[in-house]
């Protein structure tokens, strides 16, 4: 059974392992530590809507993606690879 939410936020907003499609880790890690979408989105500067988009792996590496990426993985103490899998921090393509 999936962790109950803290009161304030609920479980549309920490998106329960119960509902991960693999896409990326980021889903995960920002329910493990409590966090919203939109906390995350604010913390990495970017729109709730783009966040969204890289979560579920439907977005392009453009620059401005590789770098909202950089930030995420940093919030979270991690390498963009171990976030968002092999080949995704840009250096590659």
């Known amino acids: 059974m999936a962790p109950k939410p803290p009161k304030n936020q609920t479980s549309a907003d920490l998106c329960t392992p119960a ?3 693999r896409r990326t880790k980021v889903p ?3 329910f493990q530590v409590g966090m919203t979408q939109a906390e995350l989105a604010k913390k990495v ?6 966040l969204c988009r ?3 792996a439907q977005v ?3 620059p401005a993606i590789l770098r909202i990426r950089e930030k995420i ?3 979270f103490g991690l390498t963009v690879e171990e976030i968002f899998g092999p080949g995704t921090s840009g250096e590659d393509d």
């Open 73 to 75: 993985a940093g919030v």
């Open 45 to 50: 500067g970017c729109e709730d809507s783009i």
């Open 60 to 62: 392009r590496n453009t």
């Open 19 to 21: 509902t991960f499609v």
């Open 28 to 30: 995960l890690l920002r």
């Open 54 to 56: 890289i979560e579920r």
